[in-house]
């Protein structure tokens, strides 16, 4: 029974990580298109309700693969609960994970309907910043600290562990708080310097998932950062490298 529990709990994600997949690689999400000038000038509920759920999806495809040794030490602590109770325990650690991900659509949304009213060399100046940022903070100690929290499953479970259903929700946050902590500046980067495009989601899926899953993945932080700084760097000397970098998510 314990056996076959385990086995929900993986083929319940790898469906969930599956299809969002899918839906990603169907529909993309575009910079351009969720936020454009139309919703610029009169943005609705409906619109960031849209938003947020394709971005959710996104965080799905993105950050779940990652997540799997957190979540499957998780599921190996809940041996001890019947299968049912802990199919539950482990759907609730997870999916209060994905929720916190979702939520930091919104946040998002505003900051690209205020990206997409500023004319293109504003945009080109706040793409070099954002850039440069996101490569500091690559190379910042808060960095290593989220990330060694991400990569340390168990540590993690020492340092936070709760009992219960409250202690799931608590848990998935504490575990997502630390992984948003970690990945946000790539983040900002997929939407003001890459527009969302299908490329920067697989290039920033790709270095999220080495930094937490490699061996040398502090090193993999500090070689995206310092990339990302030059990069920064060479778009504040050409503004008009910004419009490449976008044009590469068509």
């Not at 990945?183 to 697989?202: D, E, Q, R, S, T």
């Amino acid at each position: 029974m314990q056996d076959r529990a385990l086995i929900a709990v993986y083929g319940g994600l790898l469906a969930v990580t599956v299809a969002a997949w899918v839906s990603l690689l169907r529909s993309p999400m575009s910079g351009d298109d969720m936020t454009g000038m139309q919703m610029v000038m009169a943005p609705t509920a409906a619109d960031a309700i849209a938003y947020v759920s394709a971005w959710g999806v996104m965080m799905a495809a993105m950050m779940l693969p990652s997540a799997l040794p957190m979540i499957g030490l998780y599921a190996a602590t809940q041996r001890g609960a019947g299968g049912l109770a802990r199919v539950a325990a482990v759907a609730t650690f997870a999916a209060t994970y994905l929720v916190l991900w979702t939520v930091s659509g919104l946040p998002i949304y505003f900051s690209g309907l205020a990206l997409m009213a500023l004319t293109p060399l504003t945009v080109a100046y706040v793409t070099a910043g954002v850039l440069v940022t996101a490569g500091v903070f690559q190379l910042s100690p808060l960095k290593q600290v989220c990330l060694r929290h991400c990569r340390s499953p168990f540590g993690f479970f020492m340092g936070h562990w709760r009992g219960g259903w409250r202690g799931a929700v608590a848990m998935g946050w504490d575990h997502a708080a630390y992984c948003l902590g970690c990945c946000w500046a790539l983040m900002i980067v997929l939407v003001v310097a890459g527009a969302m495009g299908l490329p920067w989601v697989l290039l920033i899926a790709s270095v999220v998932a080495a930094e937490k899953l490699l061996s040398c993945g502090e090193w993999v932080a500090r070689a995206s950062g310092a990339v990302l700084i030059l990069l920064g760097l060479a778009v504040a000397v050409h503004p008009n490298l910004a419009s490449v970098l976008r044009g590469l998510a068509g």
